[in-house]
Every structure is written in C-alpha cells, then in structure tokens.
C-alpha cells in the first residue's frame, strides 16, 4: 500500500475522518494502532505479527529494565532486547547475503561447496523498526526516559503508518509525550500537512520516476551507452534517490501532521551541501544523528586521538553502509563515506593552521568550489550505491575514464534537462526565500496550487510507478 496510490488513498480519508470525528483520545490511539497493523498487514500477515511480537518483547524488558536495580541485571534485560532486535535483523536481511559471500570465498580458494541461500522474506522497513526499538531501549537503560507503562502507546510509536515502511526514524522521548498530548483539529496544520504530502508526490511521481527512465537502461548495461550518457544517468539517479526518498519522507510528514503528529525532518538541501559533514547533516538526519549518538558516541567519537577518531568514523559509516543492503557495493559506499569524513576532518584542521587558505575557502567563489567538489564525490559514491556488482560500477567508471563519445548508445536530454533544472531552480528558490510567505497567500490561492501540484504530479508521472526505493531497506 504506497503513499502514491488509490488504495492508500481511500484508506487514509477513511482513518482520517473516523480518528477526528472520535472524541476520546484512547479509542484514537486504538484505532491509528489497528490502521497501523492493517496497513502492514496488507502486505504480510505473518510478518506483521512478527512485529508486534518482538514490540511486546522490549515493552517487557523495558519495564523490567527501568525496575532493576542491579547493574548487571540492567545490563543483561538490554542485551537480551539488543541481541533480539539485531539477531531478528541479521537473520531477515543478510543471512543469505553472508552464506553467498561464504560459498563466494571458499569457490576463490579452490573448495567444493555446498551451501545454498535459504527462502527467507525480509519484511518491509525492518532497519528503521529496528532502531527505533534499539534507541528506546537505549535511552531506557541510560534513564533519559521512563519505560512506557501503556502498551497501545508503545506499539503504536513502533506501527505508527507513516514512518513504519521508510522512516524517518523516529526517537520514543519525541513521539511518545506526542501520543499523551491532548489534539484537537487544526486547519492550519491540515494546510502544512496538505503541502508537505502534494510536495512528497511531485517529487516521487513527476521527478523520481520519471528519472528511473534515464537510469534503469543505462545501470542494467552500462556497455552499451556512450560516457555522456553514464555521466547524465549518474546524476539522474542522484536525483532519483533524494526526490524518492524525501518524497516518501514529505508524505510521511504530511499524514502525520494531518492527524497531529510531529516527525522529526529527514532531508534539508543535501546537494548544497559545503562538505561532505555538512551533507550529512542534510541528508538523512535522523539516521545520521541514530549513528552518531547510539554508534559514533559510544565508540568514543571525537573525545580521543585523531587517529582513534578517524577509526570511529569509519567504523561507524562501514557498518551505516550496510545497514542499506546486503550487498559489498554498499559496505563500499559506507567505507567511501567514511574515508570523506576522515579526509575532511584532517583538512579542516589543515586549514584552520593556514589562515589565508580558510578564508579563500570560506568566500563565495571558495564556497562555490566547495559545494560543487561534494556534489561530485557523493555522486561517485552513488555509482556504488546504485550497482548491483563491483564489476557494473568499474564498467561504468571504466566507459567515463577513456570518454568513448562516439560510441555507445545516447540517451535523450531535452526532458532530462528540463527535470534536472526544475530541481536545481527549486534547490536555490528553497534556500533564499522564507517558506513560511507562502501561508500569508489567500486560501483560493493556496488551493489553487494544491490542485495544480496533484494535476503535475499525475500528468507527469511515467505509465509504470516504481516502488520506493528505501523500501528495500
């Protein structure tokens, strides 16, 4: 049931109008919780009462957690709940991953194997549940909250639909004081929900799928495309990735509002990004700040030398890496990110030691520079990213490096072009101009442009919709 379908639709107009003509907050909570189940549901039974079983499990330990005073009790109830909630993610998403990379290394050293990947259905969004029920135990243990006593409240910031499948992720201190908090309807919020949703689905219907048209082709073959058209495949998939992903967020944001709920934001501007630190702090961010406070921090983060720093940060984006996939391309796209950050770090210290080069840097052509050289490094991470094998990514790199322009197949610009420039004008209007005028306009005209952003996003979405792509995380 995608956000960017008749069938959700209907479904969230009925949750809709039921969750606001109730008057009790319990029985609200009730009914967002079985919207939540069903909405799952509806894809795998089985898988989703495999969710609330485990939800059940750390609502019990937390409790238990909270009324321990022992510290090694304390300590065991949070690696029973660290050792489930892992164990259950390693088993669903990398069990056949690790059994193929074995039979893969025992093949390379010239032994006969007979290991065989198992039938295993991975359930949709499995990371981000997964965190979110690592930081509520976490913070539990820490005692920077209390271990939610109400088990309705503590499922539903498990279930809660909009951020079940692909986030953001959400913190329990943030969400659950949300559920208590007395929500009567607001037209005001009902407007910022409106925008955020209509934004989500311009981005992913008329921009997202349309870009997968220009990259599909050019990542299955990479062979037979001439390098102009790798090089703008290549930046229509860093496209397609931030307008599926923030798309799906915006909507996310957007049903929540609809019904009261705040979720944290996701994205904010990543390709202006100054660095490659300042992208991730756009990008992502409540993945970001998971890694850093529940991976980083407790590594020792930057309280150590350099050199046990730059470990931590390896480390820490090595294995963010592979929490997007089972698959070495993307353990490569975690170390390649980890290798920026530490190159970074020892530049930005090089700098502060040479005046004259940080304020060259920090001008506007410096800042240009700057933006434009990380936009060029997180686009060649997304080349593995993108790739199902090493041998896709160096194929397409190779094809670039010797600039074949002659050869291969070109693909058609004009609409590329078109699309690439609606987002870069929409990049620059957003970063310059107070969004917070556009709710000063009059309601006819606010309407107006609701309706116009629905009727785009129709018109130009592609025949075939693709599925968003976090999904698979």
Partial sequence: MQFCTQKFFYFFALVFAVYWALPWRRVRVGLLLAASFYFYASWNKQLALLICVSTLLDYLLALGLERAVVDWRRKFLLCISLCANLGMLCYFKYTNFFLA?????????????????????????????????????????????????????????????????????????????????????SWARMYVGISYFLMGLVKKQAIADRMAEYVDPVFADPS??????????????????????????DMALGAAHMLGYKLSRNFNLPYLAVNISDFWRRWHISLSNWLRDYLFI??????????????????????????????????????????????HRYFRDWCKARPHWDNALQSAVGT??????????????????????????????????????????????????????????????????????????????????????????????????????????
């Fill in 101 to 185: 990379s074995l039979d893969e290394a025992l093949i390379a050293a010239g032994a006969r194997t007979w290991i065989s990947t198992l039938d295993i259905l991975a359930p949709i969004g499995i990371s981000f549940y997964t965190f979110e029920a690592i930081n509520y135990m976490v913070d539990v243990y820490r005692r920077r909250i209390r271990a939610e006593r109400n088990l309705g409240d503590f499922m539903l910031f498990i279930l809660f639909f909009p951020h079940l499948i692909a986030g953001p992720i959400v913190r329990a201190r943030d969400f659950l004081a949300q559920i208590k908090r007395p929500k009567h309807f």
């Fill in 224 to 249: 037979l495309y001439r390098a102009s058209a790798i090089l703008f495949a290549a930046l229509a998939w860093a496209i397609q990735i931030y307008c599926d992903f923030s798309g799906y967020t």
């Fill in 298 to 343: 407790p590594l020792g983060g930057s309280r150590c030398s350099r050199r046990r720093a730059a470990i931590n940060l390896l480390i820490t984006m090595t294995l963010g890496g592979l929490w997007h996939g089972s698959n070495w391309t993307y353990v490569f796209w975690g170390v390649l990110h980890g290798t920026y950050l530490v190159v």
């Fill in 368 to 473: 240009v520079l700057r933006t434009v050289l990380t936009f060029l490094c997180v686009i060649f991470g997304w080349i593995f990213f993108r790739a199902t094998t090493f041998d896709a990514a160096w194929t397409l790199l190779r094809r670039v490096a010797v600039w074949s322009s002659g050869l291969g197949t070109p693909i058609p610009r004009q609409s590329l072009m078109s699309i690439l420039l609606f987002v870069a004008i929409c990049h620059i209007v957003a970063h310059w101009t107070p969004w917070r005028k556009m709710w000063r306009l009059p309601a006819p005209i606010q309407g107006f442009g609701f309706a116009s952003a629905l009727i785009l996003a129709q018109v130009l979405a592609p025949d075939a919709g693709k599925v968003f792509i976090y999904f698979q995380f």
